[in-house]
């Protein structure tokens, strides 16, 4: 790797010429060399007191490992990290130095490993990267090869099939949502279409349930992945469940999941309708269409709703009755904390995981495979799925388990709940 000159012993002509990205990644160097100096004299200042028989210091810096290049967000940067010997058994265990800066071996930051996956789905051929990573991270990019995209995808293959015989005994989901993907991948017969189920645990973590190949989101399709996953341990019904109105999974549910209430997805609801109007009219629909998707009750959604009704109802029929069919499961979300409206408004966990990204249209030869283009799925929710956060008010999520009755996202006492279910009857 070129250095870049120490700045005080350096003509400013000599950094002027310097790039912006041999720039980067001095400063990377520097940063990660002061970070890893810090590390180790915290570690050996902690345990200064530790000494053996003869007064000897038993943890002492011990000079500097080999260099080595670190594949960082900056490019490759060489790190020569500093050595601890630490000579302490404890429990009869000889203790070790591990830095968690720079873990022995790692040649790549997990931020630069996810970039990986993240190309290939993107539609990189793993040919493609021998040009395109130096470009990205410099030269020496370390670790970095279209075999290693080959080992990565052979590993997410078997993670996947893993993933998909796992047991599910004593798993409990609140929430799910529900939606079918579909990705453009050539394939010798139909576009692939993955089914995709996400749930919230009572702690209100989000984790993916469920990856499968569907066809059409069929009925039959969706009752396929539901019966696998009950007969796998998930004997309990969510409370409610989340999906596109279009989709054959409300079909499907019912005869797995009897007692599990219904939410439409406003976000497909809501193109759906505009789908059915001109474009000069759309904003002023969409802005009336808000008013009922963020309305603070039921009763002020089911006023706005019928407000569009009555300004669309005359000229644009078909819009006004996507709008209206099944209503009561666009209004579901109101029985619920309105802490939680945010997310059981939409399927968006699933949306916005795949808003940006798509599967390879672009095969090296011949049809694509169904397996491969489900394995990447799949490892794209799942790389997703570490930066998802619990839901808002998670506590609320266990209430809901418990059968604890909301309206209009207020927690009724035990008098009201009385009151609302004989008005209910």
Avoid at 211 to 219: A, N, Q, T
Avoid at 270 to 278: A, H, R, T
Avoid at 284 to 305: F, Q, V
Wanted: aromatic letters at 6%; one cysteine or more.
């Amino acid at each position: 790797m070129d250095s870049i000159p120490d700045s005080s012993k350096t003509p400013a002509a000599e950094l002027v010429r310097a790039s912006l990205d041999e720039l980067a990644r001095e400063g990377a160097r520097r940063l990660i060399a002061a970070a890893l100096e810090a590390e180790v004299a915290d570690y050996v200042a902690r345990l200064r007191g530790e000494r053996d028989a003869d007064g000897r210091a038993l943890v002492v810096r011990n000079g500097r490992a080999r260099p080595r290049t670190v594949t960082v967000g900056a490019g490759a940067v060489e790190v020569t990290a500093p050595r601890v010997n630490d000579e302490r058994v404890v429990d009869g265990q000889r203790q070790r130095f591990a830095s968690r800066i720079l873990p022995p071996y790692a040649r790549r930051s997990p931020n630069v490993a996810e970039v990986l996956p993240l190309l290939y789905l993107h539609g990189l051929s793993t040919g493609d990267f021998q040009a395109v990573l130096p470009t990205l991270l410099g030269e020496d990019a370390a670790g970095l090869s279209p075999s290693t995209i080959t080992r990565l995808t052979q590993a997410w293959a078997e993670e996947y099939a893993a993933f998909r015989k796992r047991d599910r005994s004593g798993v409990d989901y609140v929430y799910v949502w529900a939606d079918g993907v579909h990705f453009n991948i050539r394939l010798e017969e139909d576009r692939l279409c993955t089914l995709v189920l996400v749930g919230a645990r009572p702690d209100g973590t989000k984790e993916v349930i469920a990856v499968e190949d569907g066809y059409r989101e069929s009925k039959e399709s969706w009752a396929t992945v539901l019966r696998d996953l009950a007969a796998r341990g998930d004997a309990r019904a969510p409370v409610l469940a989340v999906g596109d109105q279009a989709s054959g999974f409300w079909a499907a549910l019912g005869g797995v999941w009897p007692t599990t209430l219904v939410q439409t997805c406003w976000v497909h609801r809501l193109v759906n309708v505009l789908d059915k109007l001109p474009d000069r009219l759309r904003p002023r629909a969409r802005r009336l269409l808000h008013e009922a998707m963020y309305a603070e009750s039921r009763a002020a959604a089911e006023k706005a709703i019928a407000a569009f009704s009555a300004e669309f109802g005359a000229k644009y029929p078909k819009a006004v009755d996507s709008l209206n069919h099944n209503q009561d499961r666009l209004l579901t979300y109101f029985g619920f904390p309105a802490e939680h409206w945010a997310h059981l408004r939409t399927t968006n966990p699933i949306d916005s995981t795949f808003a940006t990204v798509r599967l390879r249209e672009r095969v090296t030869k011949g049809a694509g495979s169904r397996a491969a283009g489900l394995t990447m799925a799949d490892k794209l929710l799942t790389m997703a799925q570490r930066r998802w956060r619990r839901l808002n008010a998670a506590p609320l999520v266990a209430q809901v388990r418990a059968g604890v009755t909301f309206r209009d996202g207020v927690r009724l006492e035990r008098e009201e709940v009385t009151d609302h279910r004989q008005a209910a009857a």
